[in-house]
T-cell receptor
């Protein structure tokens, strides 16, 4: 079965600093998803990557999928307290087509941003 | 994105009782998933619920404990039966939707505490 490892497990940064969270898979990634979760709440969809070398950005968050499709990174520029939360990466079970199917998740990265 | 609602948002239940969680989506979707997030843990898939067929359960989850209904393309229920304190978790439904039907969106979750 596929396993995802996120690093770091937790991160504390000062407001305005840049940061990167990594997600590494033991197998090829098909449909790599990034989510943000506030404590005790649901998951907010950030973005999804499918192709090797793909990069997507939304506001100050950029996600990349490496060429070999076994690692993804999430980069936040000029972090703000509103970025605080748990960041989760998830990988699809299927090779694609119209459905990546169920997701396997990493253990999450807890981000704290101090004002 | 998809608008997903869950009821109840939270509940406190007694050991041995059952709770049914509802998941409503704002449009028709083929695939729906039910996940569990135990305290301090990442998400684990319970089952895949497709309309018109029985739910497919993951290893470690059985229908007698987590019966699922999927009466139409916008609604599903998950019942947690004969609850014990170990069932205390956040339960989340998700749907797969998007232009290429590959994006997955999550509901706000149901926080269950079993005494």
């Amino acid at each position: 079965s596929q396993e995802l490892e996120q690093s770091p497990q937790s991160l504390i940064v000062q407001e305005g600093k840049n940061l990167t969270i990594n997600c590494t898979s033991s197998k090829t990634l098909y449909g790599l998803y990034w989510y943000k979760q506030k404590y005790g709440e649901g998951l907010i969809f950030l973005m999804m990557l499918q192709k090797g070398g793909e990069e997507k950005s939304h506001e100050k968050i950029t996600a990349k999928l490496d060429e070999k499709k076994q690692q993804s990174s999430l980069h936040i520029t000029a972090s703000q307290p509103s970025h605080a939360g748990i960041y989760l990466c998830g990988a699809g079970a299927n090779a694609g087509g119209t459905s990546y199917g169920k997701l396997t998740f990493g253990q999450g990265t807890i981000l704290t941003v101090h004002p | 994105s998809a608008v997903i609602s869950q009821k109840p948002s939270r509940d406190i239940c007694q050991r041995g009782t059952s709770l049914t969680i509802q998941c409503q989506v704002d449009s028709q979707v083929t695939m729906m998933f039910w996940y569990r997030q135990q305290p301090g843990q990442s998400l684990t898939l319970i089952a895949t619920a497709n309309q018109g067929s029985e739910a497919t359960y993951e290893s470690g989850f059985v229908i007698d404990k987590f019966p699922i209904s999927r009466p139409n393309l916008t609604f599903s229920t998950l019942t947690v039966s004969n609850m014990s304190p170990e069932d205390s978790s956040i339960y989340l439904c998700s749907v797969e939707r998007g232009f290429s039907y590959n994006e997955q969106f999550f509901g706000p979750g149901t926080r269950l505490t079993v005494l």
